[in-house]
């Protein structure tokens, strides 16, 4: 029996709206200006394209699957719940694959294609972090994908999902990248540039209370939240291609390219505005000698990308 589908939220019922606000240049970058100074990434073309180049990233490491959470079949009209949807990419590729699905995609930054399906909906600017009014116990699937830096208690964010996913058949799908250099040859030097900008990066990010570590504690979070069926899949991501294996080459193509384009992104207000460094005679410097150790392939570091999926339970 087909379920009774549940209104789409709208601009005024969603109870997620923000001031809109407008954007800022800073070293060369735009970036939005809602609680301007605590988002610490760009809102520019450079960082659309970085966006799009990490979804086609986690695709080839996922070998196409665009999920792992389960979803109702198709007639059912799922209601999916894309978190931080950034250039919207994935919530597209969603509604045209689940065509009878209701998809929502919220982000704080404009940055969405004006030609999507008709199934999908953009709410921005929209902060994940601000009190809920989506339709609690409603939704199918949540996606969150790339948070780690933009979220300062996931306790609490996953209270949230966790309540507003459907009872018994709702999932959370969490997506992240733990960005902390590894290496299992010992060909990463202990104090490489490498090492030493991620042990920057993630100090600087968590004095600021948006740390973008990765939370080690993911499984028991989520378990505390109330969630059941907590799995956890593990993929390296080599920082170029210097595997044998054939796909983790592949992984490592489009993972250069994601980070090495990136570096400025994830970096500049985290050393300038945090740290307080001159961005030529110190911020650039230090990111040139990260690309190069980055991209030699005598270097065999990796990152792990981590996929969570959990189920709310029925009570």
Not at 24 to 35: D, K, L, M, P
Not at 264 to 278: G, I, M, P, Q
Not at 288 to 307: G, L, T
Request: glycine share 6%; proline share 7%.
């Amino acid at each position: 029996m087909k379920s009774k589908a549940v209104p789409m939220p709208t601009m005024s019922s969603n109870g997620l709206a923000v001031p809109a606000s407008s954007n800022y240049q800073e070293n060369g970058r735009a970036y939005h200006g809602f609680r301007r100074g605590i988002y610490m990434y760009p809102c520019d073309e450079a960082e659309k394209d970085r966006m799009d180049i990490y979804h086609q990233l986690f695709l080839v490491a996922r070998k196409n699957h665009l999920h792992q959470a389960p979803l109702p079949p198709n007639w059912e009209s799922p209601r999916i719940l894309d978190l931080g949807c950034g250039t919207g990419i994935w919530s597209i590729d969603m509604a045209d694959q689940y065509t009878q699905a209701e998809v929502l995609g919220l982000d704080l930054v404009n940055i969405q294609p004006e030609r999507i399906p008709p199934n999908l909906r953009f709410r921005v600017p929209r902060d994940y972090e601000s009190p809920w009014s989506l339709g609690e116990d409603s939704w199918d699937m949540i996606h969150l994908r790339m948070a780690c830096g933009s979220v300062s208690s996931w306790p609490e964010l996953y209270q949230k999902i966790f309540t507003h996913l459907k009872p018994g058949t709702g999932f959370i799908e969490h997506v992240e990248i733990d960005l902390e250099p590894r290496c299992d040859d010992h060909t990463l030097p202990a104090e490489s540039a490498l090492v030493k900008w991620y042990n920057y990066l993630a100090d600087a990010t968590n004095r600021v209370s948006r740390p973008i570590a990765y939370n080690h504690q993911t499984r028991q979070y989520l378990q505390s939240a109330g969630f059941i069926d907590i799995q956890e899949i593990v993929i390296r991501a080599p920082y170029n291609s210097w595997p044998a294996d054939p796909h983790q080459k592949e992984i490592g193509r489009w993972y250069n390219l994601g980070i090495t384009e990136g570096l400025d992104a994830l970096s500049f207000a985290a050393f300038t505005r945090v740290n307080r460094w001159d961005l030529n005679d110190h911020v650039r410097p230090l990111l040139e000698a990260v690309k190069q150790q980055i991209c030699n392939r005598k270097i065999h570091a990796y990152n792990n990308i981590h996929i969570w999926t959990a189920r709310r339970p029925q009570q």
